[in-house]
């Protein structure tokens, strides 16, 4: 699937995996493109560590003390609504399968 890199409004805007608190302090944008950063840092409040510094590259993954954490990865508001979406969509597909075996079975009485 298409990952297209973030804006700054979504990179500021959007929530983490793990629906941590999170502030970005700077962005870089070292290929110039001044309305899709290259890397961010900022700090993600922790359960059990407090604000922690953090990194996050053009994609939303996160890097913490230098290892890749994935539950801090930033996620699009849109990727969620996709998938509240599709829930909806199998229990549709669901209901209608049972509707059509409910028919099946009454029409062989």
Not at 59 to 72: D, F, I, L, M, P
Request: aromatic share 14%; net charge neutral; hydrophobic share 40%.
């Amino acid at each position: 699937m298409f990952d297209p890199p973030f804006t700054t409004d979504a990179m500021e805007t959007s929530r983490t995996a793990c629906r941590c608190e999170y502030k970005i302090l700077t962005m870089h944008f070292e290929d110039g493109r001044s309305n899709y950063p290259s890397k961010a840092a900022g700090l993600i409040k922790d359960q059990t560590k407090g604000w922690i510094m953090s990194t996050w590259d053009r994609y939303g993954k996160n890097t913490t003390e230098g290892k890749r954490v994935s539950a801090y990865d930033l996620v699009r508001e849109g990727r969620k609504e996709m998938a509240a979406s599709f829930f909806v969509f199998i229990v549709f597909i669901g209901i209608l399968l049972i509707i059509i075996y409910l028919y099946e079975i009454s029409s062989h009485w």
